[in-house]
T-cell receptor, first 111, second 112 residues
């Protein structure tokens, strides 16, 4: 049973525009959410996180929004750059436990 | 030493064989987790070790086992390999209960 879902396998965005990646979860016990970025032949790299006590966290061009009532979070990248092209994984955890990952969204930023 | 290093990077094994994958974590990272990432899927949690003891396990059979050593290295052992075990195996470590997992680049295992 997939507890974290990323329903868009791919997304293409023009350079300079906003990229919005979405993630849904089913487990109401999740209290910490993370986004990882993965390039080919590399391991996932931590990008940004948010605790369930917040609804927004911002770090430079990256902002994560959490809607607990809808069990939905999104990652906004603005402005998008060609170097942002990668696979983005949404992950969640309950307490200080293991991570549950989504299936990933491949972002392509077109120059 | 910084980062998480995994070896080997690629491996081909025959069905029924046994394999050992290795991970070297950052100094001070007492918690290490192993994940399996099948093609087109997200990483799936296999198990976690904290100070050399297993303290969490995902939905994987007992033929998946592990060890963690005092020098911050760890191993993932898989017995009686099956074709479906073909995947990227990722090691991730963190200092205690800090959420900041650092992932290695993974070992690509192919079972033929």
């Amino acid at each position: 049973d997939q507890q974290v879902k990323q329903n868009s396998p791919s997304l293409s965005v023009q350079e300079g525009r906003i990229s919005i990646l979405n993630c849904d979860y089913t487990n109401s016990m999740f209290d910490y959410f993370l986004w990882y970025k993965k390039y080919p032949a590399e391991g996932p790299t931590f990008l940004i996180s948010i605790s369930s006590i917040k609804d927004k966290n911002e770090d430079g061009r990256f902002t994560v929004f959490l809607n607990k009532s809808a069990k939905h979070l999104s990652l906004h990248i603005v402005p998008s750059q060609p170097g942002d092209s990668a696979v983005y994984f949404c992950a969640a955890s309950a307490g200080a436990n293991n991570l549950f990952f989504g299936t990933g969204t491949r972002l392509t930023v077109i120059p | 030493e910084t980062g998480v290093t995994q070896s080997p990077t690629h491996l081909i094994k025959t069905r029924g064989q046994q394999v050992t994958l290795r991970c070297s974590s950052q100094s001070g990272h007492n918690t290490v987790s192993w994940y399996q990432q099948a093609l087109g899927q997200g990483p799936q949690f296999i198990f976690q070790y904290y100070r050399e003891e297993e303290n969490g396990r995902g939905n994987f059979p007992p033929r998946f086992s592990g060890l963690q050593f005092p020098n911050y290295s760890s191993e993932l052992n898989v017995n009686a390999l099956e074709l479906d075990d073909s995947a990227l195996y990722l090691c991730a470590s963190r200092p205690g209960t800090n959420y900041g997992y650092t992932f290695g680049s993974g070992t690509r295992l192919t079972v033929v």
